[in-house]
């Protein structure tokens, strides 16, 4: 079955400290992979997508990830978190050109100021 | 501003009972994906809608139905409920113009508690 999986469900860092998420799926053939934000009361936002090209993509906020196709691998980075980046986050994929997106359980992301 | 509105916030309803939940796509776009977020869980495909019709649909009972309205708006019918139904229901809207993997606009979601 084509799933996405999240390494952790909560992370707690402090401020500055280096983030990486990561993000596996299950699929062998065209995926297009997406991250998303949840802030506290806030709806689901894109923080940034890859469909193909150049395996690191960069996003809002000064985030980045690292499609790596022989891992199934998309794993999110920021170099130094903010208070501000405490949140829910989700990894997700459309896989061979199916019109659902398949979400990760998500990681709650707790940054101590 | 999500662009996407979803109503009501929030509802409880008791088992068996059955419930609307209504969603405005965000101005422009024409389709409309329904998903179920369970708690400590990560959103769940119910189904999509464009030009008034389900394309697809994720591994949910026929006790969810959906509809899509001429102005693109769409609502989700449950009936029946479950204790399990108990969940955060979002709405996201895309162009599909833009392609099957154009990115989607959430809504804030519909807490449906079943009591």
Redesign the interface.
């Known amino acids: 079955a084509q799933s996405?999986s999240?390494h952790n469900?909560h992370v707690i860092l402090s401020e500055a400290a280096s983030l990486e998420l990561g993000c596996n799926y299950s699929y062998g053939g065209t995926v297009?992979l997406?991250w998303?934000v949840q802030y506290p009361g806030?709806?689901?936002?894109?923080l940034l997508?890859y469909?193909s090209g150049d395996p690191l993509v960069k996003g809002i906020k000064g985030f980045e990830a690292e499609f790596i196709k022989s891992k199934f691998s998309f794993n999110l980075r920021k170099p130094s978190v903010q208070w501000s980046d405490t949140a829910e986050y989700?990894c997700?994929a459309?896989m061979e050109?199916?019109?659902?997106?398949?979400?990760?359980?998500?990681t709650i992301l707790r940054v101590k100021s | 501003d999500a662009g996407v509105t979803q109503s009501p916030t929030h509802l409880i309803k008791t088992r068996g009972q059955q419930v609307t939940l209504r969603c405005s796509p965000k101005s422009g776009h024409d389709t409309v994906s329904w998903y179920q977020q369970a708690l400590g869980q990560g959103p769940q495909f119910i189904f999509q809608y464009y030009e008034e019709e389900e394309r697809q649909r994720g591994n949910f009972p026929d006790r969810f139905s959906g509809h899509q309205f001429p102005n693109y708006s769409s609502e989700l019918n449950v009936n029946a409920l479950l204790l399990g139904d108990s969940a955060l229901y979002l709405c996201a809207s895309s162009l599909l113009g833009q392609g099957y993997n154009s990115p989607l606009h959430f809504g804030n979601g519909t807490r449906l508690t079943v009591t």
């Open positions: 996405v999240q469900h297009n997406f998303y806030q709806h689901l936002q894109l997508k469909f989700f997700a459309f050109y199916g019109n659902k997106l398949v979400f990760g359980a998500g």
